[in-house]
């Protein structure tokens, strides 16, 4: 390696770490200068991950990464068609550039997540990262709580007081899931980094209330355990996952369509007079939806006000319907739900590919099927993540995430070619020592 490589290779790997830390200080700068931390995230980010991707030009554009960029380009181009035709296209096309922009953050992310040595920096980073986000929870809630024993009342009632003083505790834990996720993923997984994830969901979920921290990746657990029962060669293992999975997908079905709406109101902390109102908007105009930000246009009138929890919901509403897919075809359609369907797909099909395909460099393909499970769960409850809607951490985290996956599917498609080539050349080998032995014989015989 020649001196300018060695220089290119610090730059990268400050540049990773410095990802990583500036999501794992933002929450904590957050609450001290929210205006200016918000304006600075989105450019620090682009700016690091510029000059990674200007310090690895050199590398080949492989196969996922131009997957990855039609992908980016049906959705862009779906988004430039529902905002030309929304009521409020100011708002709509600026919603498209951050999609454009955070679409761009990834790819020149993944083309540097290539080299395993900027990798295992990045993996190391993010994981001290979501422990100093889970101690930093911690931090807040005796500063701010003190040595009060976490029940019910007492961490909503922290999750109030830390929400006014500036720290918003729904996308604090979430936060640190990923960045352990994400990390997971650049990691090898041990007795320690399980100890670690599990501490940080308890701690994410316990101390902030927060069903989520806890459920998305419990859930997402459960559907890698019934995924590898189903793919097993046990008879009793495939019995029992099938009927694990058809005993949820009927629970879930019964309580949506058989619960009074009260109900599922309050289980669901208001989200489901959310998810009506945005199906109603979406049902007036189905094929190309109202465009990016137009859920903020009639939300109250949409919204039925028989409920306390309602108005309540109303008042500290920031954005969104709380489930993605159903935002997502409030805004952009059935055409842009097709497109973001192919985006998820694109995800699953490549984590599982890691998963069960037997990779040849990248042996962490259970953590990026529970990571893309992850995900999904939390898009059904939660509008921060793959859908870059709201464009903070968790969002960030998101699309990295995606970044390692091309990546490792990049990694996986140079060792396979490698490997074709290394077969080949033995097996032409085979053939000439063959043919040379044959005629040997022939020699002998005349």
């Known amino acids: 390696m020649n001196p300018q490589d060695k220089v290119a290779e610090i730059i990268v790997r400050s540049c990773a770490v ?4 500036v999501l794992a200080f933002y929450w904590t700068a957050f609450g001290i200068l929210p205006d200016l931390v918000a304006v600075l995230l989105r450019p620090t980010l682009l700016v690091l991950a510029l000059v990674m991707s200007l310090c690895t030009l050199r590398i080949q554009i492989s196969g996922p990464e131009v997957r990855l960029v039609q992908i980016f380009a049906a959705i862009s181009l779906v988004y430039l068609l529902t905002s030309t035709l929304a009521e409020d296209r100011a708002t709509a096309f600026t919603g498209l550039v951050k999609i454009l922009l955070i679409q761009l953050l990834c790819l020149m992310i993944a083309r ?6 900027v990798a295992r920096y990045m993996g190391t980073a993010l994981l001290f990262g979501s422990i100093f986000i ?3 929870i911690v931090y807040l809630y005796l500063h701010i709580v003190g040595t009060v024993f976490p029940t019910y009342e007492a961490v909503r009632g922290f999750k109030g007081l830390a929400d006014k003083q500036g720290y918003p505790l729904n996308e604090t834990p979430a936060t640190a899931l990923l960045a352990f996720f994400c990390a997971a993923c650049l990691r ?4 320690w980094m399980w ?14 209330g927060s069903r989520a921290a806890l459920i998305a990746p419990v859930a997402a657990g459960l559907l890698l355990l019934v995924v590898l029962g189903l793919r097993s060669r046990s008879v009793f293992a495939r019995a029992f996952s099938g009927i694990a999975l058809t005993i949820a997908i009927l629970g879930v079905t ?3 369509f058989g619960l009074p709406s009260r109900t599922l109101t309050h289980i669901t902390e208001g989200r489901w007079d959310l998810w009506r109102a945005a199906i109603s908007k979406f049902l007036e105009r189905p094929l190309l939806g109202w465009g990016y930000g ?3 246009d009639d939300l109250v009138s949409r919204l039925p006000g028989e409920y306390k929890l309602t108005s309540v919901l109303v008042k500290d509403q920031k954005g969104g319907y709380h489930n993605e897919f159903i935002n997502t075809l409030s805004e952009q359609g059935i055409v842009g739900f097709l497109a973001i369907a192919g985006f998820m797909g694109f995800g699953l099909v490549g984590s599982w590919k890691l998963a069960f395909q037997r990779p040849l460099v990248w042996k962490c393909g259970a953590a990026a099927l529970v990571t893309m499970f992850f995900l999904v769960v939390r898009a059904n409850v939660e509008m921060d ?7 903070d951490p968790v969002d960030y985290l998101s699309y990295i995430f995606i970044g390692i996956l091309v990546a490792a599917l990049s990694a996986e498609e140079v060792a396979e070619r490698l490997h074709s080539q290394s077969l080949e050349a033995e097996r032409q080998e085979y053939i000439r020592m063959t043919v040379s032995q044959n005629r040997k014989r022939m020699r002998l015989l005349f």
């Open 18 to 21: 410095g990802l990583a830390a």
């Open 112 to 117: 540097a997540l290539r080299y395993e040595i």
């Open 134 to 136: 889970a101690l930093f």
């Open 188 to 191: 090898p997984m041990n007795r």
């Open 195 to 208: 100890s670690i994830g599990c501490a940080i969901a308890l701690i994410g979920s316990v101390l902030t």
């Open 254 to 256: 019964t309580a949506l």
């Open 294 to 296: 137009s859920w903020k």
């Open 385 to 391: 993540g793959l859908f870059g809607f709201a464009q």
